[in-house]
């Protein structure tokens, strides 16, 4: 499997996924430049490269982030180009997600919100940022109503952590497609909405164009414009105004994710496309990046076999079954169980420290959860939903519906079956330390555990959701499927200031240069919001959406 883990290396592009959409054609070669710090603006340099396309702002990502920004730079104002690495509008933190956004209530509120931000952050993030957050929290509901997106509100949701200071200032709602109540449609309701919002305001989107470095002047240290790949050749686009980076985070990238994550490996559910190309250009013109390690998780998922791509939604829909780890035995209670939410990736961060283990691998990654018949014939392990993998184009990498009763997934061989517990224990290909024994003493043990209705050892309720859960795994044949843990997006990339402007190691402003959504995310050390990967996409897209129409435009040489 290539490093780099995209769509596009199953050959697809716009043309043959919407039968024909038009190509930019062109070459211009790369022009090395240094990362360095300016104030004057050389027109000169501007005018030694051959342009293929200008626009004065540029925004590079047409997922939420990118819309917004795009967005509020065209309400402001300024021409807007985008371009988008997929055949199609993308995000997935956008488009393959339920669309709910943490608000900040009233202005009233703001200080609070900025104490809730700093808690979460530790410091690792600068206030100014969080004011800057906060203040335009206050606005996303007005923004919903100005642009007819009809949204709810969510009780009870926006901090996830109601202890701290301030997390009564925040809240929630939920982008929908109906007035009523939250549903998880949010996320395709919005690229829907955006999509008819270019097309009636005439926002040019170069699809299929993969920006791949950021053209600098080395004096000034200006962004002034993109080199990308379009139809299978270099373009260059003049932004006379400013760029602004909306690429998303780097989730299919597996060589970023084992540098910057821990624990390892993990899965996406989110958007193929994400492979961390706006870092990495970033990185290369001096730009400092933070809060690499930080993604927004979800639970555990289930890859399949020649796929790169996470399936969300994870459930045994009845209640004989428990996760066990390599060596075969339980480790958590399962349900409820810490291995769900925003930080789930956390809990899997365990690793065996003694000079007895035989590799390096996490002991939880990957884990498999054992079943039996009544569970197999409860439900689908994967419900049908309206987000994540099954909301992709299948074309583009996206995965068919989970069968009702699993039996497809069983005759594929993603779930292991067996007529006993050791002869399942023999399927396990990931048995380091697991043995036929060990695995029916684990499932003696349980069984024991249901039969006493009390699980001691991990505290597993007899009851949830009004349902029995403590029942026992009896029933033959038996089953086993693999898991590990997920994620929606990563939330690493630019450091940027309150302007949303991106920033470099030495502290200083890259000019003409912003970032918005996950790439470059405000949080830090712990994502503590329903809905803040949303919250970035509505604050930072218009903060820098606004400030890149209010540059000047870059003077011509003869100026």
């Known amino acids: 499997m290539s490093k780099e883990r995209v769509g596009e290396a199953q050959g697809i592009n716009r043309r043959s996924f919407l039968k024909g959409a038009a190509a930019v054609s062109a070459a211009a070669a790369i022009t090395a430049v240094l990362p360095g710090c300016s104030k004057k603006a050389d027109a000169a340099f501007v005018d030694t490269v051959t342009w293929d396309r200008e626009t004065e702002v540029l925004v590079v990502g047409f997922g939420g982030s990118g819309t917004v920004s795009a967005v509020e730079a065209h309400e402001a104002g300024a021409q807007v180009l ?30 609070g919100a900025v104490q809730y931000m700093n808690t979460a952050a530790r410091g690792l993030t600068p206030e100014a940022v969080y004011k800057a957050w906060a203040t335009e929290g206050t606005k996303t509901k007005d923004w919903l109503t100005k642009h007819g997106i009809i949204f709810v509100p969510m009780t009870g949701r926006g901090a996830d952590f109601a202890n701290w200071p301030g997390a009564s200032s925040l809240g929630c709602v939920c982008i929908t497609d109906k007035e009523g109540g939250a549903s998880n449609l949010g996320g395709g309701v919005f690229s829907k909405w955006a999509r008819q919002y270019v097309a009636d305001q005439k926002i040019d989107v170069l699809y299929d164009t993969r920006a791949t470095d950021l053209i600098q002047d080395p004096t000034t240290k200006e962004v002034v414009g993109v080199y990308a790949t379009s139809a299978g050749k270099q373009i260059a686009i003049k932004a006379k105004k400013a760029v602004i980076l909306a690429s998303g985070g780097f989730e299919f990238n597996d060589d970023m994710l084992g540098n910057y994550m821990r624990p390892y490996p993990l899965a996406c559910v989110g958007w193929p496309y994400n492979t961390g190309d706006g870092q990495k250009m970033a990185e290369k013109i001096g730009a400092d990046l933070w809060h690499m390690n930080l993604p927004c998780a979800h639970g555990f998922t289930f890859v399949e076999p020649k796929s790169n791509l996470g399936r969300w939604g ?37 690793w065996d420290q003694s000079s007895t283990w035989i590799d390096s691998a996490y002991e939880y990654i990957p884990f498999y959860i054992i079943f039996d018949e009544k569970a197999r014939t409860a439900g689908p392990l ?7 993998s099954t909301t992709i184009p299948t074309q583009l990498g996206g995965q068919a519906e989970w069968s009702a009763d699993n039996s497809t997934e069983i005759a594929n061989g993603w779930i292991l079956k067996a007529n006993t517990i050791k002869e399942l224990a023999a399927l396990i290909p990931e048995n380091w330390k697991l043995s036929g024994d060990t695995l029916a003493a684990t499932v003696a043990e349980y069984n024991a555990t249901c039969a ?11 009851v949830a959701s009004s349902k029995p859960n403590l029942v026992a795994l009896d029933t033959p044949p038996y089953y086993a499927i693999k898991m590990q843990p997920s994620l929606y997006s990563t939330c690493g990339g630019p450091r940027k200031n309150e302007k949303a402007q991106v920033l470099d190691i030495a502290g200083n402003v890259i000019p003409r240069f912003y970032v918005s959504g996950v790439c470059g995310h405000s949080a830090a050390h712990v994502y503590s919001c329903f809905g803040q990967n949303w919250a970035e996409i509505m604050n930072f897209g218009r903060i820098s959406g606004r400030n890149a129409a209010a540059e000047t435009v870059l003077a011509p040489a003869s100026a």
């Open 82 to 111: 985008i371009i988008e690495k997929a055949p199609i509008e993308g995000g997935g933190t956008s488009r393959t997600s339920g669309g709910f956004i943490t608000i900040v209530n009233d202005e009233k509120s703001i200080d």
């Open 314 to 350: 994870a459930g045994v829909k009845g209640a004989s079954y428990i996760f066990i780890e390599r060596s075969g035995k339980r480790f958590a209670s399962e349900n409820p169980n810490v291995f769900f939410g925003h930080r789930s990736f956390m809990a899997f961060d365990m």
């Open 382 to 388: 994967f419900a049908k939903t309206t987000i994540g």
């Open 452 to 462: 006493a209705g009390v699980d001691t050892k991990w505290g597993r309720p007899a």
